[in-house]
DNA sequence: TCTACTCGCGAACACTGTTCGTGTCAAGTA
DNA sequence: TACTTGACACGAACAGTGTTCGCGAGTAGA
């Protein structure tokens, strides 16, 4: 990245458009005039959060970067949250979509989707803040979730544990990637970095009244343990593996057995 | 404060008090004088969210609803992050904590907690949000963890497992709570509330073009079907099994079979 | 060419977290 | 008891935020 504006011109769009969610509010039409457009909006938005972090990210900054105020977004967006909520699937966009390939070993293409998300958010900063609870819409999320459930599918995993799979893994790449990118910006961004932060940890854990909190103290090692790397492997694993015992029918339905369904419910 | 100041006075702060961890910044020693007090500050702070949500907690507000200026809160926190630590850490507080019971079933009760941790959240309405990636080091917290790490450990499990393990559990039941937070927050709070939203991403989704979607199409019912409780249920259990089969050594070591680990670093 | 109307956007509003410096009060000393 | 000292509370201000209003410029139609 030279400090031009050329960095990453390649748009994440691709194929034909997806019929835009009817409770998409548009305040205006898109305006004709040259120099603004909703995806030179994006661009520059993005270009933004990738330089200087999600909270950078001011509809001021954004306009002045573009040579204009802040009121003329709102032309193209209703609001802040909606031009982050269409820059998050511009992102989603980079992420290759998952193919089950001749091997036919499924799990290790799940994994390898997930490893992929994973670091396509962690290329954009601390944007996957904003993926949050609203059920995604975008285009490209749509083709994700489309080419992903293709797979689990064609795994033979029955509907329902695709889909609330498919949901958990979203939750838990999120989760794990919003984790990381706040190390990031901490300033632990490789293990080197953070491994000073992980030793104080360490050794306030190993600080600890041994009578009260005997299994810290003894744990903190283990605590403080594993790069994130390794964490997000277990994790995924975990995860998928878990998914694949749905798939072979050899499921114990455990849901049944330990099963409180609701029991934490107000 | 007429009526409103005898709400919530059970304290959730158990036992005696941790060792403050070493870096956690005081600005100034607390004040002797009468009205305020870290604790007045916290409750008062927890009442508002609890009537407003964490949005509407502002530095002022919580000023005023103490009768004093926004400087004085300073005095007891360095800034507004670490007024939200602490106040997580008095929700974090009301959880029970799990202890193993006479009938050995340690996943239970692991399953039990989970729910137990949810509903506390949830009680709170969108306080979950600031629950991210600093570890927890509060004392409330540390109590939770040393507490959930005695029952996996007396489960046999080993100590890498159960740290990673119950790292994964919070991530999974705070990402979760935000999740649900976010549509209470919507107006979506019991599933009655919710079903027009579903039945509207629903219909959406096998409105899709079916050549392109065929998946989403044929699945737009399963994708939306089930309460919230229900898929927490099954993240849940996908996780503490998983977790499960580590304990009794009949783990397949996946993440050697399919290990790319760092396959998704830059 | 003149009118009509659309749309960009400067300025303003109400809010945020945080800091500075002042005024006041309580404890310590003579 | 009277004075001094120092610490503490907090009003006011600063630099920022997202969003709205309404003026004025510029284009399209007559």
Redesign the pocket.
Known sequence: MPSSSAVVETSALHGSAVPAPPWRTRR??P???QP?SAEAVIETALRLVDRDGLD??????VAQDLG?????L??YFA???ELLEQLLDRVVGEIPLPVLDASGDWAAVVKRSCWDSRAVFLAHRDLVKVARANIPVGPNSLRYTEAMLAVLRGAGIPDKVAAWGMDQMSLVIVADAVETSIHVSHGRQSEADAAPYLAQIRDYYASLPVDRFPNLVAMAPAMTEGSGDERFAFAIDLMVDGLARHATGRVVESSRVSGFVGGGGK
């Open positions: 205006k039409a305006a004709a005039r603004l950078a990210l001011s509809m001021r900054r204009t105020g802040p009121a003329s709102y032309a609001n802040k949250d």
